[in-house]
């Protein structure tokens, strides 16, 4: 394994717990009360304006009638759309914080009957989850956050079938947004590349473990499944201070920078790797 793949090996989950516990992902998404139907629609509608490739890899209306594990729900943004879409759905998360919010979102958004929440450690999933299998195994954001993500893929295997699914993104190592890191914070240390990703990758600092991917080492990561797809998508455009206050105006390079342009950057160097898979034929 490349080095840059057990650079994280020795954090500990309950490190990993802790920060994403102090600040569930998108939980400043919104303004509005946390907890009430405005808050999360805000949060939705941020979210998928900001990120819209998420809804068509997920594809949620494929999923009517389906079963869905879900790894790594944080609040429960697409979780939601699952269930909304008549989708049955498993939603672990390892930060009970984040558990916390997703569950009363479901309330709120009265979709309890359609979802499962499960506090877990994906790395060991079969010890809080039965071994079921499911139509769609989905992650999106997650894997590359654990300190061992090779465990979560050996025990993902074990709820997919020779139909099943599985869509997770991961982060990819030949991305505007390693080198903006590396430029910005890193004055150019590449060869503290991987600690400098980490700390910034994420709204808040200092995040335990960040992996980045290329689409070899994602290949080799998903063993025992064939990868069918690999699409890479999103750059961040808005200057953060703005966007901070919810505001959406882009920095003055991207602003210049024509759509097209712009849109062939994301697929190109797109900060998210969208990797659709199956299982291996026997
Ligand atoms: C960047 S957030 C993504 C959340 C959600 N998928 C989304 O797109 O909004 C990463 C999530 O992964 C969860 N996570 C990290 N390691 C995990 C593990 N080993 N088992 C389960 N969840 C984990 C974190 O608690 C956090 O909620």
Partial sequence: ????????????????????????????????????????????????????????????????????????????TDTMNFARAGAMVTAVDLSDESLQVARKRAEVLGLQSSITFIQANAERLSEYVPVETYDLVYSFGVIHHTPHPENVIREIHKYMGSQSELKIMVYNRYSWKVLWILLKYGKGAFWKLDELVAKYSEAQTGCPVTYTYSRKSVKDLLHGFTVTRIIVDHIFPYSIQQYKQHKYKKVWYFAVLPKLVFRILEKTAGWHMCINAKLDKE
């Fill in 1 to 76: 394994m490349e080095s840059a793949l057990r650079q994280f090996a020795g954090k500990s989950i309950e490190d990993v717990r802790a920060y994403w516990n102090a600040r569930p992902c998108n939980i400043r998404h919104s303004t509005k009360p946390l907890g009430t139907r405005e808050y999360f629609d805000e949060v939705e509608s941020r979210k998928y304006f900001v990120e819209p490739h998420i809804p068509r890899f997920a594809e949620f209306e494929r999923w009517k009638g389906k079963k869905v594990l879900e790894i790594g729900c944080g609040i429960g």
